[in-house]
């Protein structure tokens, strides 16, 4: 995608992850602690996001429940359903679920989201993931989670077998034609592996970027990627996930962030970071720098290697203690955090995106639905004012918002990440 | 322990080939839950259009009007008094649906809802998930049979897996949920092998409506019903079989034809009323052959033709 100079606009996504992006972000004073847990929560954010002219609501997912809910709640409604029942109450804000490509059967996959699309109008965007850890697994009758390797392989089977039936939906009148031409790919995963399924397929790619240079070289890993797939690289959007905390002064926004730190459950932080980390941290000094050595490389890695190499970064770049650490991750996804009045936070969007790093961003507020409302009342007017984000919706579709064309062909061949060369093998 | 409600009525699938036509069906199933609502009858969404072509999926129709059934202040906690049928019955394949995904979307449609939504399982096989896993079983021999008794006993664990109360929310103590009232379903069986809770709560009150059909039915199924070609609309105390009564309204007068499992009438309002009339006693289904656009219409007269169930009136004097 071309800059601003190009007369495109900035889009922006907001990731309904339940209570917010922060560990703790459920025990802020003014938001339902349950309030995620609701309908409610979700219908309001999304017709505030329409009115706000965003491009899109983004539900993360995965056939599980969460091993920490003792601290925090997790992502609980079913995206297909809930995205209907958001469609009802609203026209225009895009709408992206994410489905796992591990655990739902490709055929009867793109018969609902089809219909979810075209009874949306054209609106749906599907995230694609590979869904990882042995508690998922074991729901669908497996002892143990499929290697990283593996689960790659069969995400690229079931998204091109999705995407070519809808595709050809038109002309075989299996499913209903997609008032967008076809529903947009999205695709999050800084893998090799990850890299590779995106440039074979994502249309948006969801990242976790920490810097502007490991953004920039992703953008090249991914352009690289496409052109390997006969695809132009400059449809393809990319929106890193930003985690905002916004105060009137900037002041009052760190004075938030140290309250969201403090709002994480120490006994929840320690247990995700020891997950990230290969090893428990029960023991630790928390207040010693944290121990480089020792640590696997990411290809080694078994869960998430995007969250895992940035919590690496974050340690090779500031040399941490684990403390310091923690307090960095929040308790959170792992995505960058902006904190800051609303013109701050507008800046950091708008050198990202006029440095090329970035298409947009989904935003992931410190908490729901406090944080969002300050977003689209005070950051979304200021990117507005200086004419970097819409003001009226051009389109009624995602991919009109996204300004994404339907691309021409989709291969008809099978996906070639198996065996597709010695890179792969590590991934 | 849910009623089975003695009348339900399915939508004729509509084949929905583009936006426009999927409007024109979102917008007659609209009109026909809402006369059905009002009548408390339970409106069936297939899995299919009849005569073929794309159908809607029943779990995202459901979605859409679930918008009309519950404002989002009031979701999220289950109202519907203890034995009143639900709105919306959404069919699914045991072929097409790994049972904890397909657990996961009726929980969620009745987390949604207050609990308004049941579910008609066809066991015709094993989904591709299940299939593929490394310890899928060999085919066997009464595998309809088993297939149907684990996937019924899976969901119903499921669906108990995660009571609403185990929500805590303590903000001063930092405890959001309490993991030790959860029931992970922890099932291995010679089909299925499911172990986790899912992650939508319900109030452990609520006991979602399952139908299924009758091929593999069997005494230690716990189902509420039974629709299908060989349920031959015989009653059972434990799990009642439907009548299913197909009405086409354009037809000539004369039923068309009656079988045990089956009665077909043609014609007006008055005569599909009779057979419902004389069926009362029973539990049936009515599929009516007609255009989906005309349902409400049609149901709107036939409901003016029928005396009110007592459970209606039950279920109506609660709600108001």
Redesign the interface.
């Known amino acids: 995608m071309t800059g601003p100079q190009g007369g495109r606009q900035l889009h922006i996504n907001v990731n309904i992850l339940n209570a917010g992006v922060f560990g ?1 972000s ?2 802020v ?1 003014e938001n ?3 309030s995620a ?4 929560h979700y ?2 954010i999304a017709k505030k996001a329409e009115a706000a002219k965003l491009d899109a609501v983004f539900l993360a997912d995965g ?4 091993k920490d ?10 995206p ?6 958001i ?3 609203t026209s225009l804000i895009g709408l992206i679920g994410t489905f796992s490509s591990s ?3 490709a ?2 996959l793109a ?2 989201l ?3 699309d ?2 949306s ?2 609106r749906f965007g599907w995230n694609v993931v590979t869904t990882a850890g042995a ?2 697994a ?6 143990g989670e499929p290697e990283h390797a593996s689960r790659y392989v069969r995400a690229s089977e079931v998204t091109a077998s999705v995407v070519s039936a809808w595709a050809g ?2 002309e075989s ?7 967008q031409g076809r529903p947009v790919v999205v695709q999050a995963g800084a893998s090799k592996a990850g890299i590779r399924l995106a440039g074979e397929h994502a249309e948006v790619i969801f990242t976790a970027a920490q810097t502007l240079d490991e953004a920039l070289a992703f953008r090249r890993d991914i352009d690289a990627a496409a052109a390997t797939f006969g695809r132009r690289p400059e449809e393809i959007a990319i929106l890193p996930g930003l985690s905002t905390v916004i105060g009137s002064t900037e002041a009052e926004a760190k004075e938030r962030r140290r309250l969201l730190a403090e ?1 994480v ?1 120490l006994p929840y932080a320690i247990g995700r970071l020891s997950s990230q980390l290969g090893f428990d941290l029960k023991h630790v000094d928390l207040d010693a720098p944290v121990r480089r050595e020792g640590l696997p490389e990411p290809e080694a890695a078994t869960g998430s290697q995007t969250f895992y190499r940035m919590v690496l970064g974050i340690i090779d770049r500031d040399n941490p203690t684990y403390r310091q650490l923690l307090h960095a991750l929040g308790g959170g996804a792992g995505h960058r955090i902006v904190v800051g009045t609303p013109e701050q936070i507008a800046d950091d969007i708008e050198h990202w995106y006029r440095s090329g790093a970035a298409d947009g961003f989904n935003v992931m507020p410190d908490a729901l639905p406090s944080g969002f409302d300050q977003f689209v009342d005070h950051v979304v007017p200021e990117l507005q004012r200086r004419g970097l984000f819409r003001t009226e919706y051009q389109g009624t579709t995602l991919r009109e918002h996204l300004n994404l064309p339907v691309q021409a062909t989709v291969r008809r061949e099978l996906p070639v990440l198996a065996g597709a060369g010695p890179s792969q093998g590590a991934a | 322990m849910t009623t089975a409600p003695r009348l339900i009525v399915e939508f004729p699938g509509a084949p ?4 426009e ?3 024109t069906v ?1 917008a007659a199933a609209r009109a026909a839950a809402a006369v059905a609502t009002a009548r408390s009858v339970p409106l069936l969404l297939p899995e299919t259009a009849d005569g073929g ?2 159908g ?2 029943p ?9 009309d059934l519950i404002a ?2 009031t ?2 906690t289950v109202r519907r008094p203890a034995g009143a049928p639900p709105r919306l019955i959404v069919a699914a394949s045991s072929s ?3 049972p ?2 397909l657990a ?2 009726i ?3 009745n ?2 809802t207050c609990g308004q939504v049941g579910l008609f399982l066809r066991a015709d096989g094993l ?4 299939s593929a ?4 079983p060999p085919t066997i021999a009464d595998s309809h049979a088993r297939l149907l008794a684990e996937y019924v006993e899976v969901l119903r664990r499921l669906w108990v897996s ?1 009571p609403e109360e185990a ?1 805590v ?3 001063d103590t ?6 030790r009232s ?1 029931v992970p379903a922890s099932f291995a069986g010679e089909v ?10 319900l109030p452990s009150a609520h006991r979602t409506l399952l139908l299924t059909d009758a091929v593999a039915a069997g005494p230690a199924v716990s189902v509420d019903g039974v629709i299908g070609p060989d349920s031959g609309g015989q009653e059972d105390a434990a799990a009642p079989n439907y009548l299913t009564v197909t009405w086409i309204p354009a037809g000539g007068g004369a039923p068309a034809g009656t079988s045990p499992e089956e009665v077909v009438v043609t014609g007006t309002v008055d005569a599909a009323a009779r057979v419902l009339r004389e069926a009362s006693a029973g539990h049936v289904l009515l599929r009516v052959r007609a255009a989906a656009s005309q349902l409400a219409t049609l149901l709107e007269a036939l409901f003016e033709a029928l005396p009110a169930q007592h459970e209606s009136r039950d279920f109506q004097a609660h709600v108001k």
Do not use: C, M
Not at chain 2, 192 to 201: F, T
């Open positions: 703790g459920w025990r004073p339902h602690p349950l847990y609701t309908l409610k219908v309001d056939p599980v429940i969460e809910l003792e601290y925090r709640p997790g992502n609980s409604f079913e297909s359903v809930l995205l209907a029942r469609a009802a109450q655990y739902n059967d055929s009867e018969s609902r089809a219909a979810l075209t009874v109008g054209g508690a998922a074991a729901n669908f009758g497996r002892d939906a038109a009148g299996a499913l209903p034609a997609s008032p709002l459950p | 929905a080939p583009d936006a036509a999927a409007r979102v072509g794309p809607l999926d779990s995202v129709l459901a979605g859409i009007l679930a918008a989002p202040h979701s999220g097409r649906n790994a904890y995904n996961r979307r929980q969620s449609l987390r949604i989904d591709p998930v299940t896993a490394p310890s899928s995660f929500l929310g303590d903000r930092g405890r959001f949920a309490d993991p959860l299925y092998s499911v172990a986790g809770a899912l992650n939508v709560p």
